[in-house]
């Protein structure tokens, strides 16, 4: 083996390994290449230099993008200046004596009134729902309150009117300090020519035990009929913004 390689070495040859090329003569001053290894290789240095290519395109677009006049930046600021301006309306709402928090404040009262009806802080109010007036001659409203609690009692009965909304307030009668199992009784003239709903509701002293009535009436001589009564199991409870 010694005197090959002395042999090579005093043909000006290096010993070729296993990578692709020998020289096909010991002492050929030409090596044998490997074309398609050469080949592959090539086509590796092609794909390499074009893919970082297409690397150096997207960081350009990238740059040139954060640097725009209509991207980047200047876009996030524009936004931010408009959710700044939105959150400055939103608080302004806020503190508005006609909205938000006094607005909120109101409601949440009406609705504690409500609660405090329903819990039986107060008595709950009562309601007819309403009633058609039909004719003209159907202008007169009577009501009553049976007491059957032990000690006296009051109610208020409210009439309204609907020939709009929300509707307006067109008598009051008060009956006050019935005495136990006893009856009181009041009566309302309508309006003049009035063809509307009315609702009447009622606000009484106790929760149980007061009895309650109302009935239009026919202004027809002599006998004046009724034209729509309401007993008192059809009295329905109060339980609403609209008093």
Same mark, same amino acid.
């Given at each position: 083996m010694t005197d090959r390689n002395d042999s090579l070495k005093r043909c000006g040859c290096d010993v070729w390994d296993d990578c692709g090329c020998k020289p096909s003569d010991p002492c050929s001053p030409h090596p044998n290449y490997d074309p398609k290894l050469i080949k592959e290789i090539l086509e590796s240095i092609c794909n390499l230099k074009q893919q970082i290519a297409d690397c150096e395109n997207v960081l350009n677009r990238i740059v040139r993008a954060i640097f725009s006049d209509s991207f980047g930046l200047p876009e996030i600021k524009s936004e931010v200046s408009f959710i700044e301006s939105t959150v400055t309306n939103i608080n302004n709402e806020i503190i508005s004596p006609t909205f938000g928090l006094q607005e909120i404040k109101s409601e949440v009262s009406a609705i504690l009134g409500i609660l405090e009806e329903q819990n039986g802080t107060v008595p709950l109010g009562r309601t007819t729902g309403p009633i058609r007036i039909s004719t003209r001659l159907e202008s007169a409203l009577e009501v009553k309150a049976y007491n059957g609690t032990n000690t006296p009692q009051s109610v208020t009965f409210v009439v309204r009117e609907f020939s709009n909304c929300p509707g307006d307030i067109i008598d009051t009668i008060v009956l006050t300090n019935i005495p136990p199992c006893c009856v009181d009784f009041g009566i309302s003239f309508f309006p003049p020519?009035?063809? $509307?709903?009315?609702?009447?509701?009622?606000?009484?002293? $106790?929760?149980?035990?007061?009895?309650?009535?109302?009935? $239009?009436?026919?202004?027809?001589?002599? $006998?004046?009929p009724k034209v729509t009564e309401i007993l008192a199991e059809q009295w329905l409870p109060l339980a609403t913004f609209c008093v």
């Amino acid at each position: 083996m010694t005197d090959r390689n002395d042999s090579l070495k005093r043909c000006g040859c290096d010993v070729w390994d296993d990578c692709g090329c020998k020289p096909s003569d010991p002492c050929s001053p030409h090596p044998n290449y490997d074309p398609k290894l050469i080949k592959e290789i090539l086509e590796s240095i092609c794909n390499l230099k074009q893919q970082i290519a297409d690397c150096e395109n997207v960081l350009n677009r990238i740059v040139r993008a954060i640097f725009s006049d209509s991207f980047g930046l200047p876009e996030i600021k524009s936004e931010v200046s408009f959710i700044e301006s939105t959150v400055t309306n939103i608080n302004n709402e806020i503190i508005s004596p006609t909205f938000g928090l006094q607005e909120i404040k109101s409601e949440v009262s009406a609705i504690l009134g409500i609660l405090e009806e329903q819990n039986g802080t107060v008595p709950l109010g009562r309601t007819t729902g309403p009633i058609r007036i039909s004719t003209r001659l159907e202008s007169a409203l009577e009501v009553k309150a049976y007491n059957g609690t032990n000690t006296p009692q009051s109610v208020t009965f409210v009439v309204r009117e609907f020939s709009n909304c929300p509707g307006d307030i067109i008598d009051t009668i008060v009956l006050t300090n019935i005495p136990p199992c006893c009856v009181d009784f009041g009566i309302s003239f309508f309006p003049p020519d009035i063809v $509307t709903n009315v609702v009447i509701n009622a606000f009484p002293s $106790t929760d149980s035990g007061l009895y309650l009535y109302a009935a $239009t009436i026919n202004n027809v001589a002599p $006998t004046f009929p009724k034209v729509t009564e309401i007993l008192a199991e059809q009295w329905l409870p109060l339980a609403t913004f609209c008093v």
